[in-house]
């Protein structure tokens, strides 16, 4: 389970607060390769196990792309079905590609907003060690231990104090290589005051072929900072996707984490978990899941609200056309003053494919307020008929209704990323109805 | 002209409008009244064609053409609208969403933005249709989705009940416009159904026909407001009595 943090950190937290925090006595990275030998075998929390022997660990070099646009139509393609633009790059403040394990690109087109591969960012900041392992536990499972023992590479991206950017930084995770495990650890900091969004396209040239990404992402968002983060998975029907995330947000900080996942995958399975540590600070996700025929996914949210008057939103909206979905929601009120709400609606679209909404709430003392609300079912048909007696058509009604619900509001993102996120969605809408 | 012959619904098994008949001519505006339960609700349904109103016995002819069997959302094509009492609230699809589907299904060349004015409901556009509407509101968002419609035969189910005063007025004048009041009776060619307890809406719309429906029948055809005042004095008891009385004859 990744819930609990490193042991030394919740004393730090407890004591002097986040800036301390990534102060604290550094682990020695030997320590780290221990507790991740030891976790080698120990099997995920949730979700199916994956035998990660039938995956391969290296792939060739690729060659360093100083000018992405100059990648192949049909990457590019693929890339773009995640959000990632690279023919216009003036609609982004910074770029990162990772093919397999190479990082084939990095830049920044913004004066303090850092982008880079997190094997340069570590030979280039001393500091950076202290961030590691951090937010997400080595020892969590064996996906954390394997990234620890054999991860190539990931993204580095920092926003310096004050530093308010408005365009997005887009990275890329590709996976192109048959039976490959990717396997990164990516690395966020959003300095004090700084504002940052990202765009994180996670795709796969594969058609048909297995592959396996593993991802550790860790989000330090300090006093005041801003963080969007909008990611956009479009796999195949035989990946395995394994992401670990953790995030920890300081004092008036803010974390928006957004999730689309409208294409098939064979198993995908992460619950990624954000600690409010400083006050006030907020924290919201939200995602839009679909599964396919043959897809298993098991995606969820958790914030812990550890400091007064930190707050929450998580809001999941689940499609299932035959796959099966566990829709996942914890939120744990431990501070005064706190207050969150987590809503899961999912909707079943065929006969066939399940949905199991599991909301979680727990607080530890009185004068906190958590709620939660979860709806499972088929499309409503007082509703349909509604739209019919406008004179809709009856699956022009359902389209209506299906767009509708796929429809999130998001409060805090930029007007044209919540453009993006909602075409990325409507991209793919009419493969779901 | 609408018909309405020996119609028979059941909801559910059970049969709630029994040999129902009336017929509305063309641009003429009928009303109906009739105590809680009655099955006034059931009769407006029945005539859009929502499934679940399943017609036993007789027929409903619109413009000639027999309806009876005809789908719910055909009937809205071929100009049949209804302001409903209670709308479900459609998460996620917003009011916007509904008048431009109305407006689109229609061929109506009319804007979102100018109904919406019209109706007083501009900051309502972006909001989930009927999520957090209050009654009034409600109501307004009803016929601006009619006035998208245009329909030949609006059905109305109560659409002054829980309006205040300033609104009834408003109220008024939308639906005056949805049944061409002010055009001349001899080119109007709207038909109005309008389902009412208080009656305040007579004093807006031309209404020359009422009808008192009981234990879903139809027990009595008269002028509406004559009509209204015998309920106002007697309640619905003098109709039970005088359908009574009939039956004896
Ligand atoms: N889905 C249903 N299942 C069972 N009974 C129903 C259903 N819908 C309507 N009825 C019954 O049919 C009868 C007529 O209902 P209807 O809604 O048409 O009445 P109404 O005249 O519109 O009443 P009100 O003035 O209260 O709106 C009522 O007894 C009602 O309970
Ligand atoms: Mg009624």
């Known amino acids: 389970m990744p819930v609990t943090p490193p042991d030394g950190i919740r004393l730090v937290i407890r004591k002097k607060g986040f800036e301390s925090y990534y102060m604290s006595k550094v682990k020695s990275s030997r320590t780290y390769k221990e507790k991740a030998r030891a976790a080698i075998k120990k099997p995920a929390a949730l979700g199916e196990d994956i035998d990660l022997d039938t995956y391969l660990d290296t792939a060739e070099k690729k060659p360093y792309q100083p000018d992405p646009s100059q990648l192949p139509v049909k990457t590019k393609k693929h890339m773009l079905s995640a959000g990632i633009i690279l023919d216009d790059m003036r609609q982004r403040s910074g770029t990162y590609i990772q093919m397999d394990n190479a990082p084939i690109h990095s830049s920044s087109r913004q004066e303090g907003v850092e982008v880079m591969a997190v094997s340069q960012a570590l030979e280039k900041y001393d500091w950076l060690q202290d961030y590691w392992w951090q937010a997400v536990a080595v020892d969590a499972d064996k996906f954390t231990a394997n990234v620890e023992l054999s991860q190539y590479d990931g993204y580095f991206i920092r926003a310096l104090a004050g530093q308010k950017t408005v365009l997005p930084v887009q990275a890329c995770l590709y996976l192109s290589k048959e039976r490959l495990a990717q396997k990164v650890h990516n690395i966020i900091i959003a300095e004090e005051d700084s504002e940052l969004h990202i765009i994180t396209g996670c795709t796969t040239s594969l058609g048909q072929e297995p592959g396996l990404h593993m991802g550790v992402s860790e989000f330090y968002i300090k006093r005041g900072a801003r963080v969007t983060f909008t990611m956009i998975h479009s796999w195949n029907p035989e990946t395995a996707v394994r992401p670990r995330t953790g995030a920890i947000v300081a004092e008036n900080g803010l974390f928006l984490s957004n999730y689309v996942l409208m294409k098939p995958v064979r198993t995908l399975q992460m619950y990624p978990t954000a600690r ?11 995602s839009v899941l679909v599964a396919t025929p043959g897809s298993s996914l098991d995606v969820g949210s958790r914030v812990l609200l550890n400091a007064k008057g930190a707050r929450t939103e998580i809001v999941a909206r689940a499609i299932t056309t035959g796959g099966d979905i566990v829709s996942r929601g914890y939120i744990e009120g431990n501070a005064p003053e706190v207050k969150g709400h987590l809503e899961c609606r999912g909707l079943i679209l065929q006969e066939k494919g399940m949905i199991h909404a599991i909301p979680e709430l727990k607080g530890t003392l009185a004068g906190i307020d958590l709620s939660h609300e979860a709806a499972v079912g088929k499309i409503a048909e007082e509703e349909v008929e ?23 509001d998001i409060e805090g993102l930029p007007a044209a990323l919540s453009v993006e996120l909602q075409r990325a969605i409507e991209a793919s809408e009419k493969e779901v109805m | 002209m609408l018909e309405i012959k020996q119609l028979t619904v059941a909801v559910e098994d059970k049969e709630i ?15 109906l009244f009739g105590p809680n339960g009655s099955g006034k609700t059931t009769l407006l349904m029945a005539i859009m064609g929502f499934p679940k109103y399943r017609i036993t016995g007789g027929n409903i002819i619109f413009d000639g053409r027999d309806i009876t069997g005809l789908p719910l959302d055909e009937r809205a094509r071929l100009g ?36 919406a004015e019209k109706t007083n409901l501009l900051e309502f556009l972006d909001r989930d249709i009927n999520y957090g509407f209050s009654g009034g509101e409600i109501k307004r968002s009803e016929l601006m989705q009619l006035l998208a419609q245009k329909p030949e035969l609006t059905l109305l189910d109560e659409p002054e009940s829980g309006v205040d005063l300033e609104n009834i007025a408003l109220i008024g004048k939308l639906i005056d416009e949805l049944l061409e009041k002010d055009c001349p009776a001899r080119s109007r060619k709207c038909m109005g159904l309008i389902i009412t307890h208080t009656g305040h809406i007579l004093d807006y719309v031309n209404a020359k026909t009422g009808y008192v429906m009981m234990d879903g029948c139809i027990g009595c055809q008269g002028e509406p407001r004559e009509m209204l005042a015998t309920i106002k004095e007697k309640g619905y008891q003098e109709c039970i009595e005088c359908l009574l009385h009939r039956q004896t004859v």
């Open chain 1, 276 to 286: 409010c540590v400083g006050e006030n600070s907020v924290v919201r996700y939200n």
């Open chain 1, 386 to 408: 509604y739209l019919m007696a406008r004179g809709l058509s009856r699956s022009e009604a359902t389209a209506t209704i299906v767009r509708g619900f796929l429809r999130v």
């Open chain 2, 17 to 31: 409008l029994h040999n129902v008949s009336l017929s509305i001519g063309t641009g003429e505006t009928h009303v």
């Open chain 2, 80 to 115: 049949i609208g209804m302001s409903f009492q209670r709308p479900p609230v459609v998460r996620g699809v917003k009011t916007r969403d509904m008048v431009g589907a109305a407006l689109q299904a229609r061929g109506n060349g009319a804007t979102i933005q100018n109904l």
